[in-house]
T-cell receptor, first 112, second 113 residues
């Protein structure tokens, strides 16, 4: 079955530091890949998605992710963390472009 | 259009009671998805519709759960004889078939006491 694994259920970074959230996927063919963000008591908001057009994907709020087929990875980065980035981040895969399968999430804490 | 709307936002019910949730998708979206999210976990897929047809149901969806989308617009998710393990956030999402981007509602938080 298709799945994603997020390394680290909690990540803490200082304000202004690099954000790196790790995600590895399992898929026999290149799938559709996503990063979603969830703020407390809110639904999920799409940050960015990979659909095979380009390996480096730019999203909202300064986030980007790079699809690396050789490593089956789709890590999320942001050069400089902001306090407002504190939230839960979910990596997700859609093998056939319909239902989405989510990872367990990584909670990002921003230290002042 | 204000996005995907879910009602109610919160529901507290006693064990054994039936509950029904409603989801109104974005108006031109023909696909509608239901997910369940428990504390500390990612959302788990339950079922999805394309127009009024239910195309896939997860094995997680016990026979106490039923979902409908009778006219291909709004959808309802009913849980019969609720159990404490049903306590979770129930999320609805919608999309256009062929477009991978799904838009999520704010969810209905169910607490079974």
């Amino acid at each position: 079955a298709q799945s994603v694994t997020q390394l680290g259920s909690h990540v803490s970074v200082s304000e202004g530091a690099l954000v790196l959230l790790r995600c590895n996927y399992s898929s026999s063919v290149p799938p559709y890949l996503f990063w979603y963000v969830q703020y407390p008591n809110q639904g999920l908001q799409l940050l960015l998605k990979y659909t095979s057009a380009a390996t480096l994907v730019k999203g909202i709020n300064g986030f980007e992710a790079e699809f690396k087929k050789s490593e089956t990875s789709f890590h999320l980065t942001k050069p400089s963390a902001h306090m407002s980035d504190a939230a839960e981040y979910f990596c997700a895969v859609s093998p056939k472009g319909d239902k989405i399968i989510f990872g367990k999430g990584t909670r990002l804490h921003i230290l002042p | 259009d204000t996005g995907v709307s879910q009602d109610p936002r919160h529901k507290i019910t006693k064990r054994g009671q039936n509950v029904t949730f409603r989801c109104d998708p974005i108006s031109e979206h023909n696909r509608l998805y239901w997910y369940r999210q428990t504390l500390g976990q990612g959302p788990e897929f339950l079922t999805y519709f394309q127009n009024e047809a239910q195309l896939e149901k997860s094995r997680l969806l016990s026979d106490r759960f039923s979902a409908e989308r009778p006219k291909g617009s709004f959808s309802t998710l009913e849980i019969q004889r609720t159990e404490q393990g049903d306590s979770a956030m129930y999320l609805c999402a919608s999309s256009i078939a062929g477009n991978t981007e799904a838009f999520f509602g704010q969810g209905t938080r169910l607490t079974v006491v």
